[in-house]
């Protein structure tokens, strides 16, 4: 449950005691005591690393702050600003999130997995080149028009990148990871096959070898939702809009999914909460399923609320 | 093509001039002055009355400014709130809409036609509830789960809005109706069917005796596409996120379709922009279709490359 953290007094103390969320990030012990936290306090049965899609970015060389989303001081347009691009190595440039990695591993059981986590290439881009949140994102999408092999370049980079950040989260403790592509559906499908597909199959294949579950996240764009099976990934986590049944009716049986309950269900009252998870548990009995909210937490969620939630799966399980 | 005005000098220099946007929208000589404008500049062959989203819901008695987006004073999050809207008459309330509409008319070519429009009543709450844009418009999304009865009863209001404001609009002079839902994409195939279908039908049944044709435009929701065959309108607009040919394979060739050109292609080459033109004319020859973007101008579109794409779709039409 991504982003479920901020729902918590303890964290929320922390962000107010530290001040800056970069802060949070990038010192190993608090991010680990954050990613620890929905696992002790909302009985979650896996961790994700608190960390954020765009913190690979910033070990480009691209300076990062967070006003209060994050924010390129110099968003990355042209052929110079990618040739001025640094080659980092995770190892050492973001020694802080494996350093978090490896400290939340050594504290968990053994029977609960930590989730690594990286943007998918083309979110990526879409950051990276607008330089904030935007809707729509057009400065990425201006680019695969008006220059569409400076995009693919910049794509390509960003791939190597996601893909040494991933395995290297998978070798300081991750067994699991999760692909972010929540710009995706901005895409049509012949868009998709040219600036999205190969990159986030070449991600997947690179991380192949290390025999650890692959997650991939596409926020929204069911227009291409047939091809998000060919992207190499072991489970296909969908968000709220996404109705499962038609989702196993495409994919077979033999797919797990993950998700999908809408976030703002969490604003319902304690049955309508439990109606609405039921529908998703019924909907995948006897097929491969991972339970997940469709897209993260909303912070003034009530924190009582999805520990209802996490009750609710739980038991069902049992039944 | 909607929002072809802000790219057009003579529109920056009225806008300048006269400061605020709502100035420009309320004053019908004004507004009307800037509907003709693409019409002569840029060789279109439909207006669309220069006039926004949520006008009407101002109306309502809801304070609205532009800072630069619409931003309502006081969203409406209560049955309180609800209680307190004023219940408009759009002859009198949206007076300065009418009239710059047939101010319009009379100023057209009778082989022109005008277009009118309204937001889709889920996307009208949208921003009533939420109050100005919020990524994925969480508020409204809130209250149907938290309080499903108050969702109603507001989309019930806003419905009857949209159809007195979208009848007034054509009694003034518009041969033609679009209907803008923007904020559809957020929603499930059950949230849909239940929070928006239902009302968008109310709004195109309610005109039907007024045989103007009617054309909606969901805003991404490809998860939903089969289902905008139903809401009762004549043709369909699609985003660029659809791949036309699966849409006509979808409805069968006897659904007009209107679209679908990526707003961004406009950042192209020339080259490049007639070949992504060229692309959608193909696909749709000999079959009911209206040219036109996938969404608005972006406000930095060169001028020049609009003219360009109408050149090249009406040289398609003669060959």
């Given amino acids: ?25 990038k010192t190993p012990e608090l991010a680990a005591e ?7 306090l909302l009985g979650v049965d896996a961790a994700i690393l608190f960390t954020d899609l765009v913190t690979p970015l910033e070990a480009l060389g691209c300076e990062l702050t967070y006003a209060p ?5 110099h968003p990355i347009r042209s052929a110079a600003d990618i040739n001025g691009l640094r080659n980092p190595v995770p190892e050492d440039d973001l020694a802080y999130v494996l350093e978090a990695a490896h400290l ?33 994102f057009p400065a990425f999408r201006r680019m ?18 996601a893909s040494r950040f991933l395995r290297a989260q998978i070798e300081a403790g991750a067994q699991a ?26 991600v997947c294949r690179s991380l192949a070898a290390l025999n650890a579950p692959i997650i991939y996240f596409p926020l929204a764009g069911a227009q291409n939702l047939s091809s998000f099976g060919r992207v190499g990934a072991h489970v296909l986590s969908l968000d709220w809009r996404i109705n499962l049944d038609a989702a196993y009716g495409l994919f077979g049986d033999t797919m797990p999914l993950q998700g999908n309950l809408d976030p703002c ?21 006897g097929r491969p399923h ?4 469709g897209h993260g937490v909303y912070p003034d969620t009530p924190c009582e609320k999805v520990k209802l939630l996490v009750d609710v799966v739980h038991q069902f399980a049992q039944t």
Avoid at 69 to 73: I, M, N, Q, R
Avoid at 145 to 161: C, G, K, M, Q
Avoid at 290 to 293: D, G, S
């Fill in 265 to 285: 269900a969490l604003y319902g009252s304690e049955a309508s909460i439990a109606k609405a998870a039921q529908h998703i548990l019924k909907q995948s009995r």
């Fill in 1 to 25: 449950m991504r982003q479920a953290g901020r729902i918590l007094k303890p964290y929320r103390e922390l962000r107010q005691q530290h001040g800056s969320l970069l802060k949070l990030f």
């Fill in 290 to 293: 991972i339970f997940n909210l």
């Fill in 177 to 202: 990871v999760q692909i972010f592509d929540t710009s995706i559906g901005l895409l049509s499908p012949a868009q998709f096959n040219e600036f999205a597909l190969p990159y986030v199959r070449r």
């Fill in 69 to 73: 989303g994050p924010v390129f001081a």
């Fill in 104 to 136: 939340v591993r050594n504290a968990l059981p053994s029977a609960v997995p930590l989730i690594g986590y990286a943007g998918g290439p083309f979110t990526l881009a879409t950051w990276l080149v607008e330089g904030s949140h935007a809707k729509d």
């Fill in 34 to 40: 954050i990613t620890l936290m929905p696992i002790d």
């Fill in 144 to 161: 695969i028009h008006s220059d569409p092999a400076l995009a693919h370049r910049l794509l390509d980079l960003l791939t190597d990148l």
